[in-house]
C-alpha cells in the first residue's frame, strides 16, 4: 500500500507521500512516490501516487522524457498551458499504461492513483486526483484535500484539524500526525516521509525535503501526540451511568 | 458495514455496537446487532455480529432456539461449559450458515464475523473473534480489543488512549469517541449505538443501553472531542523549516 496526501491551503499547496512498496509483506523497499517538474517563474507541478509500481513508474518516465523530447513537448507537463491540461495529458498517459500492461494479465493489478498539484502562470494553485481509468477531480473548498493508498486511520485528524488558513508548519505537523497514525496501524506504509510545500503565486518549489524515522521533530510529535491524545481525552467529562437505563 | 467493539479491561468487559444495515446507501435500515444470553449467577454471553444481515440473525436465532429446545441443549450457549466450548459451537453454526446460503451463490456475500465475550462459573472472562470459516482468536495482554466491521477510522484513538485499568466509564467515553470519528467518516455506520458492560465474576449484565443520536452525552463527547483535539494538536511544537534542506 501506500499513504499520499495534498492539502489546498490558502497559501499554497503541501503534499506529503511515505516510501514504502510492498509484494507480500517480505519484500519491502524504499521508493520515492512524489515527483516535481518546475520551470522556475512559469510553472510547478508535484505527483505523487498510489498503485502499482511498475505503472506508476512508467508513468514518470513517459511524462518526464516528455519534457525532454523536442518532438513531444506539446504533450509535455512544461507545454501544457493549463493544470488542468496537465491533469488530462497524466491521466491519459495512465489510462494507456494500465491498459497496455493489463493485456497479458489482470487489470486491477497493474491499477494506480495519482495525486497532483501545482501552478501555472495565469491561474491558481490546482490539486487534482486521477483515477486508473484517467478521468479526475479537484479539490475545493468543500473538499480541501486529498488522500490515496491507505487512507482511513489518518483521516479523522485531518478532517477535525485542517483548517485552510493554517501555516505551512502547522499543515506539516498535521500531515505528521496523520501519517504516524496510519504508520502505527498498518505496515504497510512506512518511513521515510518526503515533503514538498509549494507557496502561491511564488512559481518554484518553496521547500522539498525528507523526514526520516530518525528526524528529532518527527520523535517529538509522534511521542507527544500519544500524551496530547490522552490529556485531550481526559479534558472530556467522564461518562455517568446514573441516566442510562440499567438492566441489573 | 458495521463497527462493534469488545474491550477486555481488568474489571471486566465492555461491547459496543452500531445498529445501521445497508444494502446500497439508498436501503439503510435499523438492527440490533448485540444479544446477550446469561444465566444469572452461572454466566453471561454477549454476541455483537458484523456481516450479511441474513447470516448474522440467523446465527443468533439457531443459538437462541438451542437454548430453549431441552432435547439441543447439549449444543447450547446455556450448557456450555466453558466460553472456550461456547465459542466453538458458535463458530460451527456460522460455518454450517454460510456453507448452506453458499449453495445458492457467492460464499463472500453471506460472510460475517462475530464477537463474542462472556463469563462463565470457574474460568475468567473470555473475549473472542469468530471468523466466517468458524476458527476464532482469543484477546489476551497483547491485543486486549477485537474490533469488526469499519475498523480503520475508530482504531488510532484505542490504540493510543486503551489502559486494561480503565473505569467502565471512561471505557465508555473511549468507545463513544472511537465510534463517533467512524460515524464522521463512514455512511454505513450509524446511531444508535448499543452497549452492554460486564463486571468481572458478578454473573450478570452490568449494564445494558441504548446511546442515541440526541443522547446528552454523546454530544458533548462528539463536539468536545474536535475541540480537545485542536487543544491537542497545538500543543505540540511547530514545525520549522531551519532544519530542513531547503531547494529554493
Known sequence: MTYCVGLMLDRGIVMMSDTRTNAGVDNISIFKKMTTWQVPGER?????????LATTQALVSILDERTKAPGERKS???????????????????????????????????TA??????????????????????????????????????????KPILVR???????FEAAIKLLIVSFDSTIKANLSVGMPLDVTVYEKDS???????????????????????G????????????????DTENVT
Open 203 to 225: 512559481f518554484r518549489v518553496t521547500h522539498e525535503f525528507r523526514i526520516t524515522a530518525e528526524d528529532e521533530y518527527f520523535t517529538i510529535v509522534s511521542n507527544g501526540w
Open 44 to 52: 510547478v507541478v508535484t505527483l505523487m501516487s498510489a498503485g502499482n
Open 76 to 110: 509535455s507537463l512544461l507545454d501544457a498551458p493549463s493544470m488542468f491540461q496537465v491533469a488530462t495529458l497524466t491521466g491519459n498517459a495512465l489510462r494507456r499504461i494500465i491498459k497496455d500492461s493489463s493485456q497479458a494479465g489482470n487489470r486491477s493489478t497493474f
Open 113 to 154: 492513483t495519482i495525486l497532483l498539484g501545482g501552478q501555472i502562470q495565469g491561474s491558481s494553485p490546482r490539486l487534482f486526483k486521477i483515477y486508473p481509468e484517467g478521468n479526475f477531480i479537484e479539490a475545493g473548498e468543500d473538499t480541501p484535500f486529498f488522500q490515496t493508498g491507505e487512507t482511513k486511520y489518518g
Open 227 to 242: 500524551a496530547a491524545l490522552k490529556v485531550a481525552f481526559s479534558s472530556l467529562p467522564d461518562f455517568s451511568f446514573d
Open 161 to 167: 484539524a485542517y483548517d485552510p488558513d493554517m501555516s
